[in-house]
């Protein structure tokens, strides 16, 4: 189309209409002759039509042979502007200065693109070429490309591969780099093959040196794997350059927080900014500035093509895509899609190792909250245990507070549930206002479970207040359901052989109203757990060295010690009251007496049978004896 009006524009164009009573035959004798028209239509007794300049005497010739008048209109083109300028001598001197300006220009360089970089900054490399004579300005011709290439691979380590293009006024340098070469010790130099994840050796592949696990081996990050220190035929020890393979199974965990409240962006508006560049300067052609608000920007350039392109301007465009934030809140089911979406993601990191099992487990947080377990060390003799976690969030740790021994307490309401007995204290130097790191000394005193569960109590499916007045419902249910023998009989067999222990000292009626309790909590079970909760079974807790006397009833442990004087023979009944731990180099730990109490709690199940956690760690191996009350020692043999 553009080359037709071109070539319109060349031979000139003439406007004319045609008025008589038979039109369409001057049309024919147009069309007879080889004369071309177009834009013709119809008009009150006649047709007007555009016809190229040189076709006019025919155009007067077959009008007066069909009959018809001829009025000649408007006649454009090449040939009529010249005549219609040919008095404006400084109009050609310009247009040849135009000509010969864009020869000029196309000898010089005006754009330097720099294409394939990674690790490189593209700036650097600009600059880089501008040293050696690439640079806008630049005469074109001057520039020796393979030249400039050879340098740039001297000066830079990071270049395997590079080629300078110059294409007119633009030189484009397209470079492939370098793969960092993994960190290799030299074969003369003695090694060890170093353990670098904690996991069991399934494969053990050794080139050189001395293996020391087999599959089926149990390691720890940092052990030594491959020695190399080697035994020659005769028994004399050298040293080697350890070199080999060794494949283990491991677990990795990854986490993905995905919060409940989230934002999502809708596009309000349309934003555009041009700027136009001349010879590397950006001149903007609008006043307006960047618009308020979140907002994605499109960068587009328009390049000058065919002969404008050897001058040295561009147009460049931002279109500016104008947002409104928009919150919504996602379910826990689509949290958790998310969540999984990008781990998957994640997990095209360990694409060199090969995943043998997969475990997503999705944990629910009120209001943001992540809630982590970091260690937990635990006792089996004495039942008590020290247990790390950390609860995050990005918008704050809710309000706090800590008592004078470090102590953790919620005002507002706990955020956090541990179902075992114990106590939280804060870890100062790894608490921050987004994190709370804490230590929960506990004892497994819960009948209902050995498990240690954590959960946050405020996404319970159902509300404290709303569970009170459900429980107190579902008991009146019970009541009607059950007699007060049906209740009792019911508990004898719940507890088995604990019921008697229970029911000692106790009245009928209160026997009967813990029945009915036991029936409510069994038929409510769980109607108050959170739907997401992190368990430790009890089997996976650990064991601790530990030290008895007194025939059993004493058990130490290096955070713990229970004491349970029902059997002991002559001990007098009552509270214990003081407990003294003597060591073999002479020093003391006094745990609890009138004076002190240097112990994480006391838990007791009678007045007779107390278990104290202690505030430190001690070495049971080095216990010379322990005395209750002031006055009762035993002896460690």
Request: charged letters at 25%.
């Amino acid at each position: 189309m553009l080359m037709k009006k071109l070539i319109r524009y060349c031979r000139g164009t003439v406007q004319f209409t045609v008025v008589g009573p038979y039109p369409e035959r001057f049309l024919n004798l147009c069309s007879q002759g080889g004369v071309g028209l177009w834009a013709s239509r119809r008009v009150e007794n006649g047709i007007t039509a555009c016809c190229a300049q040189c076709h006019r005497p025919r155009l007067e010739y077959y009008a007066k042979k069909s009959g018809c008048a001829l009025e000649i209109g408007r006649c454009s083109g090449m040939k009529n502007t010249a005549r219609r300028y040919r008095r404006r001598t400084g109009l050609w001197i310009g247009a040849g200065l135009l000509v010969v300006g864009l020869l000029v220009m196309s000898r010089f360089v005006w754009r330097v693109e720099v294409q394939g970089t990674e690790r490189l900054e593209p700036e650097v490399i600009t600059a880089a070429l501008a040293e050696y004579g690439v640079r806008s300005g630049a005469l074109a011709s001057g520039i020796d490309a393979r030249t400039v290439e050879r340098q740039m691979q001297i000066r830079f380590e990071e270049i395997a591969w590079i080629t300078v293009n110059v294409e007119g006024s633009r030189v484009t340098a397209i470079i492939e780099e370098t793969v960092p070469p993994p960190a290799v010790v030299e074969d003369g130099i003695p090694t060890n093959l170093i353990a670098a994840e904690t996991g069991f050796i399934t494969k053990v592949e050794v080139q050189n040196g001395n293996p020391v696990v087999k599959p089926g081996d149990s390691v720890q990050a940092g052990d030594l794997l491959v020695s190399g220190i080697m035994d020659n035929k005769v028994g004399e020890s050298r040293t080697a350059h350890a070199r080999g393979q060794v494949y283990a199974q491991v677990r990795a965990k990854l986490e993905i927080f995905t919060p409940y409240e989230q934002s999502d962006y809708v596009l309000r508006g349309i934003a555009r900014r041009r700027y136009l560049r001349i010879f590397g300067v950006e001149v903007p052609l609008q006043i307006k500035g960047i618009p308020d608000g979140p907002y994605r920007v499109e960068h587009t350039a328009k390049e000058p093509q065919g002969l404008w392109a050897l001058l040295p301007v561009a147009l460049r465009e931002d279109c500016y895509l104008l947002m409104r934030e928009v919150k919504k809140t996602v379910t826990p089911q689509e949290a958790m899609r998310q969540a999984e979406k990008a781990l998957a993601l994640r997990e095209q990191d360990w694409a060199e190792a090969k995943i043998i099992s997969r475990e997503a487990v999705g944990t629910e947080s009120p209001e943001g909250y992540t809630l982590t377990v970091d260690a937990n060390m635990y006792d089996q003799v004495t039942k008590c245990g020290v247990l790390t976690y950390t609860l995050e969030n990005p918008d704050g740790i809710a309000d706090y507070a800590l008592q004078e021994n470090g102590e953790i307490y919620f005002p507002e309401g706990e955020i956090l549930d541990i179902n075992q007995y114990g106590y939280s204290y804060i870890i100062p130097d790894q608490s921050t206002d987004t994190k709370l790191t804490a230590a929960y000394y506990y004892r497994l005193d819960n009948p209902e479970s050995t498990d240690l569960v954590l959960s946050f109590t405020q996404w319970a499916p159902i509300r404290l207040s709303d569970y009170k007045e459900l429980w107190k419902q579902t008991k009146e249910q019970v009541k009607q359901e059950f007699s007060e023998d049906e209740a009792i009989e019911h508990l004898k067999q719940a507890l088995g052989d604990e019921y008697e222990e229970v029911a000692s000292g106790v009245s009928r009626e209160e026997i009967v109203d813990i029945g009915y309790e036991r029936l409510v909590d069994e038929r409510l079970d769980g109607r108050f757990d959170c739907p997401e909760k992190i368990t430790i079974p009890e089997k996976a807790l650990g064991e601790m060295s530990n030290l008895t006397l007194a025939d059993g009833n004493i058990k130490v442990s290096p955070i713990a010690i229970c004491v349970d004087t029902r059997e002991m023979q002559d001990y007098p009944e009552g509270y214990i009251k003081r407990v003294k731990i003597s060591f073999k180099d002479g020093t003391e730990y006094v745990v609890v007496d009138e004076n002190v109490a240097n112990h994480m709690f006391a838990v007791g199940h009678t007045d007779r049978d107390v278990t104290f956690m202690f505030n430190r760690m001690i070495d049971v191996n080095e216990i010379a004896s322990i005395v209750l009350d002031g006055d009762v020692e035993f002896q460690v043999s």
